[in-house]
């Protein structure tokens, strides 16, 4: 399961395997392995290579849950932590969102 998922979230990311080979410095070969789950107990240190390179949580990489097909990107989760030390709270997010709407069609309006 963690190879689909790494083939999964590769693919998005427009990487080929020799590109994600490249910029986590592990062999192609051994991520094909990992890819096609015949190596399915690669080490922790390669998982967060790959999940570095791919940008997400390393949760996401080794998630087994075959009918959800979503991942969350670091820098969500990196955001939201981010809020939370800001002291928004979830119940406040509706409020926040009318702000964010209003800025998005200001940015949209003043680009015309």
Request: net charge positive; hydrophobic share 35%.
């Amino acid at each position: 399961m963690i190879g689909e998922n790494i083939v999964k979230i590769r693919k998005r990311r427009g990487y080929s395997l020799s590109k994600l080979a490249e910029l986590t410095n592990i062999s192609k070969s051994y991520l094909s392995n990992i890819e096609r789950n015949l190596n399915k107990n690669p080490s922790l240190q390669i998982m967060l290579k790959i999940a570095a390179v791919l940008n997400v949580d390393l949760e996401t990489l080794l998630k087994t849950d075959k009918d959800e097909d979503t991942y969350i990107e670091k820098e969500w989760v990196d955001f939201v932590k981010e809020l939370k030390e800001l002291g928004v709270e979830k119940k406040e997010i509706k409020q926040y969102r009318t702000l964010i709407e209003f800025i998005k069609w200001q940015n949209q309006h003043s680009k015309n």
